[in-house]
């Protein structure tokens, strides 16, 4: 990157004030490139390794509608990965390289895709409660102060709200139907409530970057406020599908106008982040696989490229 000039830097701070774009041939502050190329890379690698708790049930759904329904969404969710190694390549670094980072774990991804899914129920409720807390995070991202990265958000976010309704309808089917439907409903929500209150990482005391990536305006809002928005969108729907969300501490704030609820437990979501979740090692192991797996592709393509005279295959 080279130095700033007093202008350049003015001119990137005027662009933050005005709620304009950074674009990639923009100058910026080094350390917003690596906090945008960090947060992209991470939710890249959310999206592809999201894929592998539902896909764990796409030959196994009890129907063909089911099937079909699934495996659109595991689709889309390939594609956000492919949007987002985009926008993260449109600041310098190379897909393969952030591939390599995820698959050595030099690179996270979100905590909540290293639990099991044990039912079919697993499905709706990820649906419903992952894919939902996913959409209170990543609406405000469209406006993310980096125009690349904002705009892949928006079509983002028209599949994830596709994805969060799959997941409800499946719910409340399964909840018009047997005792034992209804009971596989209610574990698979006790399992999945604490989990997805962490995908909105720690407590803003303890989120040390937030304050700076707000200023940025790459984030909008605060790991709790967006926690509490969640919350609050979800109690309801969840009265209305007739299941307990395990939390006692639940319980209507007159005042606030809010939700109060518990506090989750954060020595989980610690220990789960260092690689001590009960899929970690799974996750990352299917995703190496797949990644050599799929070496031949890549040469072929590179070979085809440079026969054709464009260099470098650009195919993974
Ligand atoms: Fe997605
Ligand atoms: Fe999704």
């Given amino acids: 990157m080279v130095e700033a000039s007093a202008e350049a830097q003015s001119r990137f701070e005027a662009v933050i004030a005005n709620e304009q774009r ?22 890249a690698h959310s999206e592809i390794i999201g894929m592998q708790p539902e896909g764990n049930w ?10 079909a329904i699934l495996l659109a969404k595991a689709q889309d969710e390939a594609g956000h990965g492919l ?7 449109t600041l310098g670094v190379d897909r393969a390289e952030l591939t390599e980072k995820l698959i050595d774990g030099r690179q996270k991804y979100s905590s909540i895709f290293n639990y099991p899914t044990l039912t079919f129920a697993d499905v709706g409720v990820i649906g419903w409660l992952v894919d939902g807390a996913a959409i209170c995070n990543q609406v405000p991202l469209c406006r993310c102060s980096y125009g690349p990265y904002a705009r892949a958000m928006v079509r983002i976010c ?9 997941g ?26 604490w989990p ?8 803003d005391g303890a989120s040390p970057n937030s304050e700076r990536s707000m200023a940025w305006r790459i984030k909008r ?17 969840a009265e209305h599908l007739g299941v307990t969300l395990p939390d006692p501490a639940l319980a209507w704030n007159e005042e606030r106008g809010s939700w109060d609820f518990g506090e989750p437990d954060w020595s989980e979501l610690m220990q789960v982040i260092k690689g001590q979740g009960p899929c970690n090692a799974q996750r990352v ?7 050599e797996d799929g070496a031949w592709v890549r040469e072929a393509a590179s070979a085809y490229a440079a026969k054709h005279g464009r260099g470098k295959g650009s195919a993974e």
């Fill in 22 to 43: 950074v674009e990639p041939r923009d100058w910026m502050p080094e350390a917003y490139r690596a906090t945008l190329v960090r947060q992209i890379a991470q939710h």
């Fill in 158 to 166: 028209k599949e994830e709200s596709f994805h969060q309704r799959q």
């Fill in 83 to 89: 949007y987002l190694y985009a926008a993260a390549e």
């Fill in 221 to 237: 809002h605060s790991n709790d406020e967006l926690r509490q928005r969640f919350v609050d969108m979800t109690v309801p729907q």
């Fill in 285 to 291: 192991d299917r995703r190496r696989a797949a990644h």
């Fill in 58 to 67: 796409l030959t196994r759904a009890p129907s063909l509608r089911r099937k």
């Fill in 168 to 193: 409800y309808e499946l719910l409340m089917t399964l909840m018009a139907g047997t005792d034992a439907q209804r009971r596989m409903v209610q574990d698979a929500v006790d399992r999945w409530w």
């Fill in 196 to 203: 997805s209150l962490m995908m909105f990482g720690p407590p």
